[in-house]
């Protein structure tokens, strides 16, 4: 099945670093998603884009859909011992009722 | 809030043990899904069912089966457990073409 790219697998920052990630496709998505799950945990919906060039903030988090519909970051700014988990994109075609997501980002931080 | 609620966190099975695992949701979704997660593999697509007693393949369905009697109730069974199905099983909801709800998910170990 398809999957997104997503990178980078893995990140090693201090607390108070700022973080970046992202996902890129071959195919143009009509909805970006982004998710973080806790250790033992579900993911939980972070922030949901739907235009192209979007860039959109939740609190220390900002995402962006790319203009090529075919990528999205996320930042998250002056992390927190508590931003550790996996964070996942998920893209959505148009009329697409299934997601699409990238492998994962895991996020340690040393505090 | 949506409620995604899977009926068991933790599962230990034999192979060859039929395996039932319960997902339920409780806001009129359409859409649930089931998903597999495994390290540096992201999630990937099981089944999904758009509607009471429709289903779809996923990505990996092979060695599984599920079935959803009632629009709230969406079950995945592994009719003969092999220890390659050992995973994270994570099941979700959603309003048609909007973003996934997630349950806590069931660590199924195969022994």
């Known amino acids: 099945g398809q999957q997104l790219n997503q990178s980078p697998q893995s990140m090693f920052i201090q607390e108070g670093e700022d973080v970046s990630m992202n996902c890129t496709s071959s195919?143009?998505?009509?909805?970006w998603l982004w998710y973080k799950q806790e250790p033992g945990e579900g993911p939980v919906l972070l922030i949901a884009l739907y235009k192209a060039g979007e860039l959109t903030s939740n609190g220390r988090l900002t995402a962006q859909f790319g203009i090529t519909r075919k990528d999205s970051f996320l930042n998250i700014s002056a992390s927190i011992p508590s931003d550790v988990g996996i964070y996942f994109c998920a893209g959505q075609g148009q009329g697409a009722q299934k997601l699409v997501f990238g492998q994962g980002t895991r996020l340690t931080i040393n505090p | 809030d949506v409620k995604v609620t899977q009926s068991s966190r933790y599962l230990v099975k034999r192979t060859g043990e039929k395996v039932f695992l319960e997902c339920v949701q409780d806001?009129?979704?359409?859409?649930m899904f089931w998903y597999r997660q495994d390290p540096g593999l992201g999630l990937r697509l099981i089944y999904f069912?758009?509607?009471?007693?429709?289903?779809e393949k996923g990505d990996i369905p092979e060695g599984y089966s599920v079935s959803r009697e009632k629009k709230e109730r969406f079950s995945l069974i592994l009719e003969s457990a092999s220890t390659n199905q050992t995973s994270m099983y994570l099941c979700?909801?959603?309003?048609?073409?909007?973003?996934?709800?997630f349950g806590e998910g069931s660590r199924l170990t195969v022994l």
């Open positions: 806001m009129d979704h359409e859409n």
């Open positions: 069912s758009y509607d009471v007693k429709m289903k």
């Open positions: 979700a909801s959603s309003l048609p073409l909007t973003e996934l709800f």
């Open positions: 195919s143009i998505f009509n909805t």
